[in-house]
């Protein structure tokens, strides 16, 4: 412990010298956005789910900005807890003084990180950002962890019990004997969470950038998020088109613009920066939370 000390000093050194780098670029932005700009990035790299504490600690960053402007969130993640996605909906609605958000994705916000970007009043993409599928997924225990997805589960379940009802020759025992591979618990779980997920999605959109759709049509246009069936990967790209005939708010940007330049900028400072130095950041212009790669603390720093 007393090792690591002077690491995590000389860590957190490193980054504050390097967010004065970014601060031109937050500057920058904000003139050209009209409204305060705040950074959530994730790893990729490692990779680092958003959390709980994201949403705590984007709400202490937040309460020290001033927002009376307005908030631009730009966000960089794999994903994490739907239930925190939902809060982050929430302290940014509610600390903006708009009482709206835009969201920014320079690259890539998948799964939960998507979630946040429906709650926004618009979502800000280049062409070659990318959106993706909300679904849950399970890490199963196999030949080491393996993701699968829960839709496919309770499909594949749901489809093997219809067999065997329908079953009309008397050879049940083959379906029995898959079937006795699932727990029926576990199957329920698995549908609240897909419940949940599309819940949290349709409310967000309708609360937010959509307040006048039925319910209905967003379930609709939402398919291609909330199941595999189109893009038949959990980690395959929903890139801005067909966000946009999903019914969302999408502000087109070219990737030729100035205004990207500067997004695209930071969002490549600070990725750099989640890739190798630290594990999170929350940044504004003035204030900076990182989480430190254990495996520099471990290391040390030459």
């Known amino acids: 412990m007393e090792e690591s000390r002077p690491v995590i000093a000389h860590v957190l050194a490193e980054q504050q010298q390097h967010h004065e780098t970014r601060k031109k670029l937050f500057h ?7 409204r305060s700009v705040v950074t ?13 504490g994201d949403a705590d600690i984007l709400e202490g960053i937040l309460q020290k900005t001033d927002l009376s402007r307005g908030l631009a969130l730009i966000i960089s993640s794999p994903g994490g807890d739907g239930l925190a996605a939902e809060r982050i909906i929430n302290i940014c609605r509610h600390y903006s003084k708009t009482n709206e958000y835009w969201a920014i994705v320079p690259s890539k916000a998948k799964s939960a990180a998507t979630i946040i970007c429906f709650g926004a009043s618009k979502i800000i993409m280049g062409g070659t950002s990318e959106l993706g599928p909300i679904d849950p997924q399970i890490l199963i225990p196999q030949t080491g962890l393996q993701r699968f997805s829960v839709y496919n589960i309770v499909k594949s379940y749901e489809n093997l019990f219809a067999k065997a009802v329908s079953e009309t020759s008397g050879k049940l025992e083959p379906y029995l004997q898959q079937l006795d591979r699932y727990d029926e618990r576990e199957i329920e779980e698995f549908r609240a969470a897909l419940e949940l997920s599309e819940d949290i999605a349709v409310r967000s959109i309708r609360s937010g950038m959509l307040p006048k759709r039925a319910i209905s049509r967003i379930k609709k246009d939402l398919n291609v998020f909330l199941t595999p069936e189109q893009t038949k990967t959990h980690g395959r790209p929903i890139y801005r088109d067909e966000a946009k005939k999903a019914g969302l708010n999408i502000e087109a940007v070219d990737v030729r613009s ?3 330049s500067l997004i695209y900028e930071l969002y490549i400072r600070t990725d750099n920066l989640v890739s190798a130095r630290v594990l999170k950041c929350i940044e504004t212009k003035d204030h900076s939370f ?7 603390l471990r290391v040390g720093v030459r």
């Open 28 to 34: 920058d932005l904000e003139s050209e956005l009209g």
């Open 290 to 296: 990182y989480v430190p790669n254990p495996e520099i």
């Open 258 to 260: 100035s205004k990207w």
């Open 40 to 52: 959530l990035f994730t790893s990729f790299k490692l990779p680092v789910m958003l959390d709980d």
